[in-house]
């Protein structure tokens, strides 16, 4: 099966029991065993629900792994994959990771006795420098967000084989439509869901792959043992978003690509990132790594105060925090995102205070490029 059919028939494709071609909303809490321990499957909705079940099937054949697990948000995923660890084991971390990857790493999980470094994936010396004895993952996000810088998945996969650790990468930003970690040698894959996959802003949730089925029954374990599932009606919206991901991402991609080319021949625009563009520093590894480059886009206005004038004048791109939905959104990330990083820091990354970050949506890509020209003038 081809990916596009693969999202249309992929998983658990209707209901057997009705015929029913969209899988139903099982909102139940519990299931009637015919004795005790004999039953259809499913025990406890927290174990496991048949909804929930269908859409973890559904991702983990979207990524190539052996299982998939759907949680509450995409935090509540990364913390279910932290507790696979234990006190004193060592962890490292992007250094332009996701700021609430970084926050529930450093203010959460190290209070519990994990260590954490934070390093630039894209370094590849400088990551097999960082790895110690007690070293459990390697922890990355390509292309990060708002810089979108690449890392190389098959290196890093490489350095964490030869050093028996497990690489995660998220891959929300990218979507297995486009990129396939576990393809290119990471043991586990997770996705923020609550961006492209749900596609529409209307659900908060976290999916995640294992590469191996052991991994995935341990990770199974933690989930029931924590409890931090999603729910059956998130499921299904879930599933009902992702049958689209495949027109949703090319016309993401199709509309960032126009809208990067005409802000880069702009005399007022002091630079433009989309990993699309062959000026791109990892232009050709993106290329080599993924199917398409996505539908984020990052550009100088040159000042602050020109960033917030542009975002007072669109009419088109809703200045909210978040991405990957239908609609365009805009931010400032060095005042939300990314507000908490100290300044210092902040400019040491390049994320300046002109900075703006577009998640581009699947508008009519002529009425964006109108809007953003009416309000760069
Ligand atoms: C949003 C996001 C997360 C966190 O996911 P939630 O669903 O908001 O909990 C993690 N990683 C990336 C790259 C994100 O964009």
Do not use: C
């Not at 869901?193 to 374990?221: F, N, P, R």
């Not at 933690?222 to 409890?227: E, L, T």
């Not at 126009?258 to 990132?273: C, N, Q, T």
């Amino acid at each position: 099966m081809r990916l596009k059919t693969r999202l249309i028939h992929g998983g658990i494709d209707g209901d057997p029991n009705t015929g029913a071609v969209s899988v139903p909303i099982y909102q139940v809490s519990t299931y009637k065993q015919e004795a005790i321990g004999k039953h259809k499957g499913f025990e406890y909705s927290r174990t496991g629900n048949p909804t929930r079940h269908a859409l973890e099937t559904y991702i983990a054949e979207l990524e190539g792994g052996a299982r998939g697990l759907a949680f509450g948000s995409g935090m509540a995923a990364l913390s279910t994959i932290l507790s696979l660890f234990n006190k004193g084991d060592h962890l490292i971390v992007g250094d332009d990771v996701y700021g609430g990857t970084y926050r529930v790493v450093t203010r959460v999980f190290t209070r519990l006795g994990l260590e954490a470094s934070f390093v630039d994936t894209g370094d590849l010396a400088a990551i097999e420098k960082a790895v110690q004895p007690n070293t459990r993952a390697i922890i990355m996000e390509t292309p990060t967000n708002p810089l979108l810088k690449v890392s190389d998945i098959s290196a890093l996969a490489d350095i964490a084989k030869s050093k028996n650790v497990l690489l995660i990468v998220d891959n929300t930003f990218m979507t297995p439509y486009w990129q396939n970690p576990l393809d290119l040698g990471a043991d586990i894959v997770f996705h923020s869901a609550t961006k492209y996959l749900g596609g529409h802003s209307d659900v908060v949730a976290g999916l995640v792959v294992t590469k191996d089925a052991e991994l995935g029954e341990e990770l199974h374990y933690v989930q029931n043992a924590i409890g931090g599932i999603l729910g059956p009606q998130d499921s299904w919206l879930l599933l009902r978003g992702m049958k689209t991901l495949g027109v949703r991402m090319e016309e993401h991609e199709t509309n960032t690509r126009a809208l990067a080319e005409w802000l880069s021949k702009r005399s007022d625009i002091k630079k433009v990132i989309y990993p699309g563009l062959s000026g791109h520093p990892q232009h050709e590894l993106m290329q080599k790594q993924a199917r398409g480059f996505g539908g984020m886009i990052s550009f100088d206005v040159g000042s602050a105060e020109r960033a917030d004038e542009v975002l007072s004048k669109v009419k088109w791109f809703t200045l909210a925090e978040s991405l990957g939905a239908v609609e365009s959104l805009i931010s400032v990330p060095a005042r939300m995102t990314h507000a908490s990083i100290p300044a210092e820091r902040r400019a040491e990354l390049g994320i300046t205070d002109g900075l703006v970050r577009i998640s581009v949506g699947i508008e009519d890509v002529e009425d964006l490029i109108e809007d953003l020209e009416q309000a760069l003038s």
